[in-house]
């Protein structure tokens, strides 16, 4: 080969979920009620940095915590959403919280 020429080589793609992904997905799949230890642990990931291109594991973690996350853990995250750019998910998570914690007080 000469010098300065690059051998192409072929990239391997992750065709499986990635961090939030899979995160998302164990946390739909845990039939029993949420500990406030994991619903901190889910908010401390909800409002850390997040990779550039994990803004779907992101929305999908969202969705999990707005499902099962227990409504009285929704002091635990911030009014503002951490992320501008995943404001709309983070936004829809607590009003859902709110929603239930309003059911609840309300039964």
């Known amino acids: 080969m000469r010098p300065g020429r690059r051998r192409a080589r072929p990239r391997r793609r992750r065709s499986g979920p990635r961090g939030s992904d899979v995160l998302g997905q164990v946390l739909h799949a845990v039939d029993a009620p949420w500990t406030l230890p994991l619903s901190e ?3 401390r990931r909800l ?3 997040i ?4 803004s779907r594991g992101y929305r999908f ?14 002091d635990l995250l911030p009014r503002e959403p951490p992320h ?3 404001g709309p998910a ?8 709110r929603f239930r914690l309003d059911m609840h007080r309300e039964l």
Do not use: N, S
Request: proline share 9%; charged share 30%; hydrophobic share 35%.
């Open 41 to 43: 642990a889910v908010a």
């Open 51 to 54: 990779g550039t291109r994990d």
């Open 90 to 97: 983070y936004l829809r998570l607590r009003d859902t919280l």
């Open 61 to 74: 973690l969202c969705e999990a915590a707005a499902e099962h996350m227990p409504p009285e853990h929704l």
């Open 47 to 49: 409002t850390g940095p």
């Open 84 to 86: 501008a750019e995943e």
